[in-house]
């Protein structure tokens, strides 16, 4: 069955400190792969997204995530944490079928330390 | 561009009530999406609509949920009777095309709160 796992439910970082999020799936085939935040009380804004080709993306806000085959991974990367990127994050995977629908994993909610 | 619109932003109703909710994609996008976010949890999909047809509602509560959306455009999510389980925020989301080589945009979602 098509799945998302973000392991993390919380993370605690420093400001100033580098941050990896967490993201596995479980799919047959190279799905399409999204990673979103959400601030308290906003809706979801992508930071980034892979379909194909390089697989290190560039995304908003400094972030950058690597897709991993090998892994079914698509772990979020941010070298130096702001205290304003405290959020939730959720993966987003989309499955190349006939649905083509976007399934989110439960989220990580980071929490930066001043 | 404009966003996705939702309406409206809060809701309150009391158990075995009815609710209904609306999103107006943006414009031209074919695919439209129902997420349902219960506090805590990531958004889970109930019904993806291409056009006016639907593509998966396979996690849609069919006894006490439903939606449509009328001519490919505006969608209607409703919930006749509502649970306390059912608080949540409801998010809209739409997509370009079928190919999904495009992202979700999503709508600031309604906040359901069912006492």
């Known amino acids: 069955a098509q799945s998302v796992t973000q392991p993390d439910i919380h993370i605690t970082v420093s400001e100033g400190a580098s941050l990896e999020l967490r993201c596995n799936y479980s799919y047959g085939a190279t799905p399409y792969l999204f990673w979103y935040v959400q601030s308290p009380g906003q809706g979801l804004q992508l930071l980034l997204k892979y379909f194909s080709g390089d697989t290190l993306v560039q995304g908003i806000k400094g972030f950058e995530a690597e897709f991993k085959r090998s892994q079914s991974s698509f772990n979020l990367r941010k070298p130096s944490v702001h205290w304003s990127d405290a959020a939730e994050y959720f993966c987003?995977?989309?499955?190349?079928?006939?649905?083509?629908?976007?399934?989110f994993g439960k989220g990580t909610r980071l929490h930066i330390l001043p | 561009e404009a966003g996705v619109a939702q309406s409206p932003r809060y809701k309150i109703i009391e158990k075995r009530q009815s609710v209904a909710f609306w999103c107006n994609p943006i414009s031209g996008h074919a695919t439209l999406y129902w997420y349902q976010q219960i506090l805590g949890q990531g958004p889970k999909l109930l019904i993806q609509?291409?056009?006016?047809?639907?593509?998966?509602d396979s996690q849609l509560p069919k006894d006490r949920f439903s939606a449509e959306r009328l001519k490919g455009v505006d969608s209607t999510l409703k919930i006749q009777p509502a649970k306390l389980e059912d608080s949540a925020v409801y998010l809209c989301?739409?997509?370009?095309?079928?190919?999904?080589?495009?992202?979700?945009?999503f709508g600031q979602g309604t906040r359901l709160t069912v006492v």
């Open positions: 987003a995977v989309g499955f190349m079928n006939r649905d083509d629908k976007i399934i």
């Open positions: 989301a739409s997509s370009l095309d079928p190919d999904m080589n495009t992202e979700a945009f």
């Open positions: 609509f291409q056009n006016n047809g639907v593509v998966d």
